[in-house]
């Protein structure tokens, strides 16, 4: 019987998906308390104003626990959505909180600030599962974790779908799809999960030429463009695989174009948001970091954008070296590659250590089991590499504009599940050696994800149990 199988195919990849990755999403969709995982709140609050119409937040003005009143982007819904997916209680010795707190009970605005601003379209699965469960009387807390598994059911069904439909670099878009972070992501609100599962599908599609798939693939990278528009440049994966002589070639400049109409629509949308929704962050009243270039004193009430850019025009190497050392330094590296394998809670509930190391041997596996029998594009692989350069910088450099305290020295926020979306890409730059004999060698690399997917679906149940 396991002779028949075909292990150069998607069915052993569907399988281990399907009976090791979606089980633990299930897990941790039912263990962990609503509230946290990352953001959670927030995109709960989201995906429960998209049932009401309200497809993105809106400005109002708010006073704190400061005494400061404030613009605030954000959404109007019943407070008692806040409170049950209120993960820990507010610090307003931290950050200020709206003051005094609204009552549950009736609709009321409560802020989101950045999350505000995102496009809806990821939130529609939870929205969904959560508005399903409010019919059936569930409750609060009922209905909420009937959002999360409706989110956890897209997850699967795009990855599912990725591994079918991909005709190369399955065993990469597996170890992204069953990372415990992505999963952890995919059994909450957060919209991550949903642009990692898309930026898989579209990369599985494009491992094919037909039209249709191309099309597919589009549509998928202006939704993750859409929901978060410094990811613009996955866009490169529309350029592959190039053409002979592609400077010259007509078929590379069409895909220019395609790949210039599919980010137009995030570049708009963030165009909007930014003028008509978006707010500063709000902080505890702090001066200026030691970037800061103006006069002095200098005292701000929340994040700016207009006076960071002016950090970044003052001494323009900055841009350049304020990423490089958010994502290129070994603590911070380090730092970034334990999130994308997982961190839970609020980034600060470590996996144990079993986890973190069968990750490290699975890809060293990976690299010698598959290694042989492929051959690099290398004119693919600069080109998407370039691209995912290009995203992770202005992701840091967005973190600093819409996120940092004016004039800081470090970027703050940017995490290792930030750069998930952009692994699933690197499939198309390799391509089987005609000559390589795969079955073989498949056979062991599918025993070797499914062994990693098992012990995470063991080892991650135990811990999140352990955690909360």
Known sequence: ?????????????????ALLALPLCVVLALLVPLGEVADESAHLLRAVALLDGQVVGHRETV??????????????VDPAWEVVSRGRPPAPDKVPVPEPMPAPGAPAFLPLYTIGTYFPGFYVPAALGTGAGAALGLGHAGAARLGRLANAAAYGLLGLAALALARRGRALLFGVLVLPMGLSLAASFNQDALMIAACALAAALLTGEEAWRRRLAALLIALV?????????????????LPPRFWKNPVLWRRVLTALLVVLPGALWILYTTTSVATPVPRLAYEAGPLWTGPRPATFLGTDTRAQAGVLLADPSLLLTLPASCLFGLKRALTLAAG??????????????AVYAAWGAGLIGLA???????????????????????????V????????TDVGEVRIYGPQGRYVLPLIPMLALAV????????APRMRWTVALGAAVAALDLVVVSLAAARMY
Do not use: E, H
């Open 1 to 17: 019987m396991i002779a028949r199988i075909d292990w150069a195919g998607s069915q052993p990849w569907l399988a281990a998906f």
């Open 63 to 76: 006073t704190y626990s400061d005494g400061v009143a404030r613009p605030a982007a954000g959404v109007t």
């Open 225 to 241: 463009v859409l929901a978060k528009p410094p990811y613009a440049a996955i866009a490169a994966m529309l350029l592959v695989p």
């Open 340 to 353: 994308a394998i997982g961190l839970f809670g609020w980034a600060d509930r470590p996996l144990p250590a």
């Open 368 to 394: 010698l089991l598959c290694g042989p029998a492929l051959r690099l594009r290398r004119a693919d692989l600069a080109l998407l590499a370039l691209g995912a350069l290009v995203t992770a910088w202005l």
């Open 396 to 403: 840091a450099l967005s973190q600093y504009l819409s996120w």
């Open 431 to 438: 391509a089987p050696r005609p000559d390589a004999t795969l």
